[in-house]
């Protein structure tokens, strides 16, 4: 079977995995964001692995667990896999890896700084979905991800490119990386490479308290977010879909991000978009732990001490209903089956 059919089975098998949790109202994890490894190269100032990074007493997964984590998840009915870390092409056996996957027929998406790429060619070619991370030009890039990253991972998306892999750019925005020129360099960027570019923002813990010199005011966010709409409509590949932009300009708790139950009787009903990372998607960590997203680190149970399920399961009591995040957003409005962002998502990941 061709590469490109085999993508189409596998990102059709994810679909339907969906279809039957948007039916039948199941909790089931259709997207898991694995953390395969707890190294990486870089150290990016907003990462929400920090925790686990480079840290003598998280014991590293060996192979044979990775194995039956996965096993575990697609019993659970997970049916694409988001390969994380640290770094994931610091692993040596991660060919090995995607290839298990891949013989399960599981939709494969995998986050990497691009620093690898060329190294890792031969596993990379069996990814169906590659999303490389870069936060603007040199200047905003190297203040964020650390000095020379710039050029290793330009080089990374260009070689990804040259050998014909489906890859998105990635940045996280915040305000070291709001900067006009960059939006306007990355859409640029892409635009020549004809490869596709979103943003998320800072998905930190506690980000509300952060210092400010992380997070955009409101005015500060929906004026970056305008001039992505805008660049979008103009013709650039921007992945978010005009839903999820939207979405975000029309947010109904001002001076919040987060969307709680006991806010509910306070805000129309029609105003927000029900989060669904923790009721069809979740994280499991480096060291074990599962979590229904980045914001929710280190509240969850760990896969190694009771098994997959019984963590899955543990998620289902969350007192949060919705983000106002656009990388939150855009997962669910893609897992929650949302026509609109649907197609666009078809469009630009398969």
């Known amino acids: 079977m061709s590469n490109t059919l085999q993508k189409f089975f596998n990102g059709r098998k994810a679909f339907t995995g969906l279809v039957k949790a948007k039916i039948s109202g199941e909790r089931i994890p259709v997207r898991v964001s694995l953390l395969v490894t707890k ?46 870390g640290g770094e994931p092409l610091l692993r040596n056996d991660i060919e090995e890896l995607i290839d298990y996957m891949h ?4 939709f494969i998406e995998m986050t990497t700084n691009g620093y690898f790429i060329k190294k890792r060619i ?40 040259e050998n014909g892999l489906k890859i998105r750019v990635h940045a996280t925005l915040s305000k070291r990386t709001m900067a006009p020129e960059s939006l306007q360099f990355l859409s640029d960027l892409c635009n020549r490479l004809n490869v596709s570019l979103n943003y998320s923002e800072n998905g930190l813990p506690g980000i509300e308290e952060m210092d400010p010199d992380f997070l955009l ?30 979405y975000v300009e029309k947010w109904p708790l001002p001076g919040r991000t987060t969307i709680y139950k006991k806010d509910l009787p306070n805000i129309p009903k029609n105003s927000y978009y029900p989060c669904q990372l923790g ?10 732990n599962v979590y229904p997203c980045t914001k929710k680190w ?26 106002k995040e656009l990388g939150t957003i855009e997962q669910s409005v893609i897992t929650g089956l949302q026509p609109k962002a649907l197609v666009n998502a078809v469009s630009k990941f398969v």
Not at 39 to 64: P, Q, R
């Open 279 to 288: 009721r069809n998607q979740c994280f499991i960590s480096a060291d074990g």
């Open 217 to 246: 005011s409101e005015e500060e966010t929906l004026n970056f977010y305008k001039s992505y709409k805008d660049l979008k409509k103009s013709g650039h590949p921007i992945i978010s879909s005009e839903v999820a932009v939207d």
């Open 103 to 106: 013989q399960k027929g599981i």
């Open 122 to 161: 031969s596993a990379l070619k069996k990814v169906d979905h590659l999303a490389i991370s870069l936060d603007g030009n040199k200047e905003t890039n190297d203040r964020a991800r650390g000095e020379g990253s710039f050029e290793k991972i330009l080089a990374g998306i260009e070689y990804a490119v």
């Open 39 to 84: 190294f990486c190269n870089l150290s990016c100032f907003y990462c929400y692995a920090e925790d686990i990074l480079n840290k003598k007493e998280v014991e590293e997964f060996s192979l044979k667990e990775l194995k039956d984590i996965i096993d575990q998840v697609y019993d659970a009915g997970c049916r694409w896999i988001n390969i994380l």
């Open 298 to 323: 280190g509240e969850g149970l760990n896969v190694r001490e009771i098994g997959f399920q019984k963590a899955w399961d543990n998620l289902a009591s969350l007192d949060c209903v919705a983000c």
